[in-house]
């Protein structure tokens, strides 16, 4: 692909044959969920028909918009919370060899804790409240993010800090201009990876500690045997994800980084 | 105090002679290795008029890249004076100013190629719009106009050379010094490098100092080459090259210097 000398990242040619496949995949799961429906009864599988019917109902009564609004700000919330404090730390940890070394075996031991055993202590410590949801977001998110820049720290190009000397630039600016841009491809899958397992265990943690939000909703659901509203909660997760994923952190990934040539190879 | 001293050694000495773009004086430079010690420089003078092309060329261990490195700063000396244009190179001076151009390219791969020149113009205040007028022109000069906004993955090696030449070229130096600065172009575009360079000093008139362990590249761009011996590093013998450019390795002259450098390395 660089064979035409300049390449311009970032097209995409719209593939028609692609469109119809993914269409084919949605009917044939669309089809086989329904008819697997037909012999089971609506409280263990319901039909598309029943979770399209819940879903209208959520929308209509604007429960869905309360309700994934609530949680989407408690999960941003406990990610920046955790952003602002890993990149630093992560930062720190790799500028200081020696706290770095200290420090080494607590990032393993907080990423082998599980969410429940965090939103267990968040419900001890927190109550029933924002801040429980906003706990568990932030101790699965921010080892992720730590560990990320840490490694991000380590793969500076030393060669680029001596040009940096060269033209006498002072520290400040070496870290704006150097250690910055190297580090943010690491910050940056950290944070997706973060986002993606902070909404995750945000649900978690509203099942078990909180009156609102989408994980308090499926659990309601669930007590209260309305599986087609948990298929309509669990859909809309869904949709929510993959619309982030592919409305927002792609096409951000593909513009800060067009100029790593295998970011342009998918 | 420290500073009037530091001024009169730099100073020419004889009134007849024109101050030197650089001056080495007594130069040493020993490098710990385990708990031994490496001579790497021992008694460096050397003396570059202004606007000359200088090679420094020797096996390596013969402390030539050290001796840039000394020139350029990124390196202290243990004992000796560095003069820039008749001042000690510890006043980093703006009348007078030194340009590097490493083995390698180094161009940051997040910057297009006109970014990765004005790199070298953000170390003080200059405006952003000044710096980008600036780096344009350079890479007009170095004639790759037509790819400012390339990055560098797009780019081949001879213009990525060129880019980095740019780099090194826009703060307009007085002095250039290079590093082994195309050893790793194939010698098709070495060759055209060669001929940028030498075209871009008959427009600039920069002194050049570079660093090199290819005989034909020192007798083909060279006023003069300073050939260094190893263990201690020292400078063995400066040979003059009174061809005229531009040369060809394949002048009976040319042939004879590198003859002459070979046997000396």
């Known amino acids: 692909m660089d064979s035409d000398g300049l390449v311009q990242p970032g097209l995409h040619k719209l593939r028609l044959d692609l469109i119809a496949e993914r269409l084919v995949l949605v009917i044939a799961v669309l089809a086989i969920w329904w008819l697997s429906s037909l012999s089971m009864p609506h409280y263990i599988l319901p039909g598309p028909g029943r979770v399209w019917d819940a879903l209208r109902l959520i929308v209509a009564n604007g429960d869905l918009w309360n309700n994934l609004g609530i949680t989407l700000w408690r999960v941003a919330v406990g990610f920046v919370l955790a952003a602002l404090t890993g990149l630093p730390l992560g930062i720190f940890l790799g500028a200081n060899k020696r706290a770095g070394e200290f420090f080494e075996p607590v990032l393993p031991v907080l990423n082998t804790v599980s969410s429940a055993i965090w939103a267990i202590f968040a419900i001890i410590w927190f109550g029933i409240s924002n801040a429980t949801t906003i706990f568990v977001v932030f101790m699965t998110a921010m080892p992720l993010i730590i560990t990320n820049v840490w490694q991000g720290t380590r793969s500076v190009n030393a060669d680029f800090i001596e040009l940096a000397q060269v033209l006498r630039m002072p520290q400040w600016k070496v870290m704006i201009k150097i250690y910055l841009p190297t580090i943010l491809p690491y910050f940056f899958s950290g944070a997706r990876l973060a986002f993606g397992f902070g909404w995750r265990v945000s649900l978690v943690a509203e099942t078990i500690g909180s009156s609102s939000g989408v994980g308090y909703r499926l659990r309601q659901a669930a007590d209260l045997i309305r599986t087609d509203q948990v298929f309509a909660w669990t859909l809309t997760l869904v949709i929510m994800m993959a619309t982030i994923e592919m409305g927002m952190m792609k096409p951000l990934e593909n513009y800060l980084f067009r100029w790593k040539k295998d970011a342009q190879t998918e | 105090m420290m500073n009037s001293t530091v001024l009169t050694q730099c100073s020419p000495g004889e009134a007849d002679q024109a101050v030197p773009a650089i ?69 980093f001076n703006d009348w007078c ?35 980008t007028r600036r780096a344009g022109e350079t890479l007009q000069l170095v004639e790759l106009d037509g790819f400012k906004d390339a990055f560098p993955y797009q780019l081949s090696g001879g213009m990525r050379s060129r880019v980095a030449l740019a780099r090194s070229l826009v703060t307009e130096p007085r002095i250039l010094l290079m590093d082994e600065p195309f050893s790793r172009l194939d010698a098709q575009t070495r060759a055209l490098m ?8 008959r427009l600039k008139r920069m002194t050049v100092v570079f660093v090199t362990h290819d005989v034909a590249e020192a007798a083909l761009l060279a006023d003069e080459v300073a050939v260094m011996s190893p263990r201690p590093g020292t400078i063995k013998e400066i040979v003059k090259i009174m061809q005229p450019r531009p040369r060809d390795v394949t002048q009976p002259e040319v042939t004879e210097y590198m003859q002459r450098l070979r046997a000396l390395i």
């Not at chain 2, 708990?35 to 261990?61: D, F, H, Y």
């Not at chain 2, 161009?107 to 000044?130: C, D, H, Q, Y």
């Open chain 2, 23 to 91: 001056r080495l004086l007594d130069i040493d430079k020993t490098f710990a290795n385990g708990n031994q010690t490496i001579e790497v420089l021992k008694n460096v003078n050397l003396r570059v008029a202004p606007e000359t092309i200088v090679a420094l060329i020797g096996t390596s261990g013969s402390g030539k890249s050290t001796l840039l490195n000394i020139v350029s700063g990124i390196v202290k000396p243990d004992r000796g004076q560095v003069c820039i244009c008749g001042a000690a190179s510890e006043a």
């Open chain 2, 97 to 131: 100013s030194v340009g590097y151009m490493f083995q390698d390219d180094r161009l940051l791969p997040w910057r297009t190629a006109i970014r990765n020149v004005e790199f070298a113009l953000e170390t003080g205040s200059m405006p952003k719009s000044e710096r």
């Open chain 2, 194 to 201: 060669h001929e940028e360079l030498l075209r871009i000093h």
